[in-house]
């Protein structure tokens, strides 16, 4: 099927990762990559790099305080992230 004008690489590219089933991957992604922006740098040090996975991030956490407040603070950080990216990624987060 020959085009007849002239397409963005921006375009080509959404839909490309539109048409592969990826778009729902690089949502992901960016959630994972916002984590330090969200809780902060302080937060962020004491915390592994979060790993997204249909829906739910699983950020593991060396102490077991912060764990716990993290876990307090869940609804409220899901809240951010998905604000953050304009739609619903996260579900839920499991601190581990």
């Known amino acids: 099927m020959k085009r007849l004008e002239p397409e963005s690489i921006g375009d080509v590219l959404r839909q490309t990762l539109q048409d592969q089933g990826l778009t729902d991957r690089l949502y ?7 984590w330090p922006s969200v809780v ?9 790099r979060p790993v997204v996975s249909r829906g739910l991030m699983t950020v593991y956490v060396r102490a077991a305080a912060l764990r716990q407040e993290l876990n307090m603070c ?15 990624v996260i579900t839920d987060i499991r601190f581990k």
């Open 40 to 48: 902060g740098e302080e937060i962020a040090c004491r915390t592994g």
């Open 74 to 88: 869940r609804p409220m950080l899901v809240r951010l992230i998905n604000e953050a990216l304009g739609r619903q």
């Open 28 to 34: 992901e992604t960016r959630a994972a990559a916002m």
